[in-house]
């Protein structure tokens, strides 16, 4: 059963206009996945799909950009097969879940043949604190750090960045990180000074 936090319940039961223009109305390739993150966590998709959207109620979505095209990810969106609801998007914030969704398996959004980071956490449902992998297609870059932060209202409360560590695997960092309470949390892995990578998690407390 996915569970559903109040946090949620709101966006769940926003029933929104198709914007029938959504999926051609911005190229999903122009969608923003940092942006698409924020949807996504505040969306609860993964309530439905899976806490690292491996599947559950809702189908597998990491790797879908494999078996679905740009313009067949964002129709799943905009037109959705019940059970899954409708979202209040934007043709441009469609376009960002899009470019999300597309990387989840560490692929990049326009095939830049440079593979972003493949992040993952275990437990899948965490209550205190999670261990975060981090696996990058050559070498880790030293400056790899991950944080968790969530948002209140108008204010931001996180952790402050924790340095990856090496592992066994040549690929993979990993790192423990604590979280304070409950609630629909963001993972931020940080790398080579400017590059970014986040990945939602809802934290049972
Ligand atoms: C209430 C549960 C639920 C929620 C919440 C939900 N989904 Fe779904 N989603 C489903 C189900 C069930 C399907 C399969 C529908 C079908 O085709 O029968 C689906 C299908 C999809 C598909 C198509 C997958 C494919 O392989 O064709 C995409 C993409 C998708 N969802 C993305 C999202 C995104 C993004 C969100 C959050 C903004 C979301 N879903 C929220 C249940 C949900």
């Known amino acids: 059963m996915p569970i559903f936090g ?32 924020a949807l996504v966590q505040s969306s609860n998709c993964a309530g439905c799909h899976g806490g690292q959207f491996q599947g559950d109620l809702g189908p597998k979505l990491v790797g879908i950009e494999k078996w679905r095209r740009p313009e067949q990810i964002a129709k799943a969106i905009t037109n959705p097969e019940p059970p899954m609801p409708m979202f209040a998007f934007t043709p441009q914030q469609v376009a960002d879940v899009v470019a999300y969704l597309s990387q989840l398996d560490g692929s990049t959004a326009n095939g830049g043949g440079v593979m972003r980071p493949k992040i993952s956490i275990l437990p899948a449902k965490p209550t205190d604190s999670a261990m975060v992998s981090v696996w990058f297609s050559g070498s880790p870059p030293p400056d790899a750090t991950v944080e968790a932060t969530m ?49 939602p998690v809802n934290v049972a407390q």
């Open 151 to 199: 948002s209140m209202g108008h204010s931001m409360m996180g952790t402050s960045p924790i340095k990856l560590k090496k592992t066994g695997d040549p690929h993979k960092l990993t790192a423990k990180v604590p979280f304070g309470m409950g609630g629909p949390w963001m993972i931020k892995v940080r790398y080579d000074k400017s590059q970014e990578v986040d990945m």
């Open 6 to 37: 109040s946090w949620s319940r709101a966006s769940l039961v926003a029933i929104a206009v198709t914007i029938a223009a959504a999926a051609c109305g911005s190229h999903p390739s122009s969608g923003d996945p940092k942006a698409g993150a």
